[in-house]
Structure formats: C-alpha cells, structure tokens
C-alpha cells in the first residue's frame, strides 16, 4: 500500500500524484530541497499531498533524533497519544489513547478550569511516557505536553506538533521547539488534523519499510 493505495489504479494516481508534490516541493525549496534527508522528504510530500498546499515545504520542522526516535516507538509497540478523534481516526495504528470524550478527563477539566484536551494529556502522561505524542488540533494539548516533560520528567519518544489557528498554536509549537524534546512541528498558525495524521502515517510507514 502506498499513500492508501491498493489497487494498480489507485497506485498510479498516487504515484503521478506525488511527482507532482514533488515539483511543486522543488519550486518552494529551491536549493534549500537538498538539505532534507530522504526521510523527512518523504513526510513533507505526505504533508503536501493531503493539504495541497506546497508551502508547507518550508513549514516543517523536524529535531535530528525525531523520525529515528518515531520509528523506534512504533516498532517497539509503544502508544499514540492524540487529542482528539478525528486525528485518532486517521491513523493506521491500534495502539491509540483519546481522552478527549473521557468523564475523568471532563470532570478535572472542569475542577481546573482546564481544556479537556488539556486535562486528558495530563490524564495520560504514563502512556505519553515512552510514546509518541500527535496532536493536531488544541494548542493547549501541546502546550501540557511539554510542560510535562519539562515539570514531572515525562519523556515522550516523539512529539507531533501541528495545532491549527490564531490563538496559541503557532506559540504553542514554537515551545516544543524550544523545547529539548524530540519533534516534528508546523511553524506558524497552520496545521491542522490532514497535517498531523500525515506525519504520523509517514513515521508508521517508514517503521514497516514502507515509503514515508
């Protein structure tokens, strides 16, 4: 299976599909386009492709450590943590925890006067521990994340940074940037789930040898 294809139709279209990602990837880079490892090309042009958008070329940023330290995870079994259920539901992975609807979760939300994206993050930081961190819609999420690595020793194999909106996620990722976690974040306001469910899918590929 390659970009969710199966079939010889659906593979040529994928296949045709991502030469022109990768044109379209060229013109934004320009001489830029070669300093990105194999790897992490191929996550941008997952990103590309499901947001038809090119400028995310430049938009992803990636921590040397943080597509070997994805791959590791998922080969060893280790959990995805995301924070809400459109984002659970792209993934192709079962090992999957969402507290976004979870009544312990809703209940400390509103004790603390939290998010609930916020409160099921700190619900689940011994699943965190360990493993991979996707998130893709609430800044606030992200923002617990890496508090938690950086207050309570919480260590994620791999943090997915790509909430989306004007309010906190371009600063909520720019934190995990500055942060010494493993990463692969959007820079600036966009993101969003197509964004973060791609990074995911491509580090789950490449963990089956499969193209990123």
Same mark, same amino acid.
């Given at each position: 299976m390659f970009m969710g294809a199966i079939t010889k139709d659906g593979l040529d279209i994928a296949e045709k599909s991502r030469e022109i990602v990768k044109s379209k990837i060229k013109e934004v880079l320009n001489e830029k386009y070669? @300093?990105? !490892?194999?790897?992490?090309m191929g996550i941008i042009e997952r990103v590309v492709h499901a947001t038809a958008d090119p400028e995310y070329a430049k938009l992803i940023a990636f921590t040397d450590d943080a597509i070997k330290n994805g791959v590791e995870a998922i080969k060893n079994g280790k959990p995805i943590i995301v924070d809400i259920s459109m984002v659970q539901a792209g =993934?192709?992975?079962d090992n999957i925890y969402n507290y976004i609807k979870n009544e312990e979760a809703i209940k400390l939300a509103k004790k603390e006067q939290i998010t609930r994206a916020e409160a099921a993050m700190r619900l689940l930081k011994d699943k965190i521990d360990g493993g991979i961190?996707? =998130?893709?819609?609430?800044? !606030?999420?992200l923002i617990e994340v890496v508090r938690l690595t950086k207050e309570e020793n919480i260590k994620p194999a791999l943090i997915v940074g790509a909430p989306v909106g004007f309010v906190k996620a371009?600063?909520? #990722? @720019?934190l995990l940037r500055n942060s010494e976690n493993s990463s692969i974040s959007a =820079?600036?306001?966009?993101?969003?789930t197509p964004v973060a469910v791609s990074i995911a899918n491509g580090i789950i590929a490449l963990s089956r040898? @499969? #193209?990123?």
């Open positions: 070669d @300093e990105y !490892t194999k790897e992490q =993934i192709r992975y961190v996707v =998130i893709g819609n609430a800044p !606030t999420a371009a600063e909520s #990722k @720019e =820079i600036g306001s966009k993101g969003g040898n @499969e #193209k990123a």
